[in-house]
Each structure stands twice: as structure tokens, then as C-alpha cells.
């Protein structure tokens, strides 16, 4: 299985939901995807969904990314699914402090750990894209948001 989480040149073009003034509801994708990507996305929906106290928010983050599904805890971003043509991939987000301790925790997926050796700092946060590629993969995204969950939880 190779792992790809470096998007492809023009990866973002296939964007399921492209009309900044159409809002797709927030179980769309569900009836929109083909079969395999549509049960990776319930997936990790669902599995996002289940940690305390997140919410969920379809958004439109601008001309690249398009319509995401935005997922938060008390204000703070977790991670992002985007509904591809085809396919379905996410994005989470790590400070600094929470990259040292992610990367040093044992039993970290390799899918986790190449995503955030290719993830792009800006500003404080380093941006960690993945494609879902099974349902493997899916666990393991599932997996490091929970932890940047429990991250944010914890007393500061």
C-alpha cells in the first residue's frame, strides 16, 4: 500500500463541492461518493463525531479547499474531511509542543508519522494532509485526532 500524503498537482480541482454558494448538507457525502469512499468518510466522520464535545461545521475555506467538514473542540481546530470526486482525505493540525509528543509515542501509525514528516507549517500549526486510502488509514487519522484531543483537554 503506498501512502500518500503529499497531494497530488492538482488534487484540490477535484473537490466534490465546488459552489461557494451551495452548501451541501452535512451528510451529502454519504449519497455523493462512490461506495468505498463513502464508507470511509461515515467512518471517519463517525469516529470524529464521538470524541466529547467536538462539533462539526461544513464550511467554505476559500478557492482551494473549498467545502470542508470542520471539526472543533471549545473553539479549537481538530481536523478537516474533503469529499473528493472520487475519493475522501483529511487534514489535522498540530502545534509544535503536540508534534514533539505525537512523534514520540509509542505505536504511532506509519501513515501518521509520514503525514507529519510532509505536513506545511504556517503561522503556529503544522498542517497534516492524508488520503484515505482504506480503511486502515481511516482508523489512524481517527487515532491522531483523538490524541490531539486529549491534547487540548488537559489542563494548560
Known sequence: MALLTKHPDGYWASTLYQDPRKRP???????????????????????????????????????????VWMYEV???????????ETSISGTFVLTEAEERELVTSD?????????????AVAGSLKWCWMEFADLETVDAFV???AQKHHFLARPE
Open 74 to 84: 471549545g473553539g479549537r481546530k481538530l481536523a478537516y474531511l474533503h469529499p473528493m
Open 107 to 119: 505505536g504511532l501509525p506509519r501513515a501518521i508519522k509520514q503525514a507529519v514528516r510532509d505536513g
Open 25 to 67: 448538507k452535512s451528510d451529502q457525502p454519504l449519497r455523493d461518493l462512490p461506495p468505498r469512499a463513502s464508507t470511509r468518510f461515515k467512518k471517519a466522520r463517525e469516529g470524529l463525531r464521538a470524541l466529547k464535545h467536538v462539533t462539526e461545521q461544513v464550511v467554505f475555506l476559500g478557492t482551494t479547499w473549498k467545502w
Open 143 to 145: 487515532f491522531v485526532v
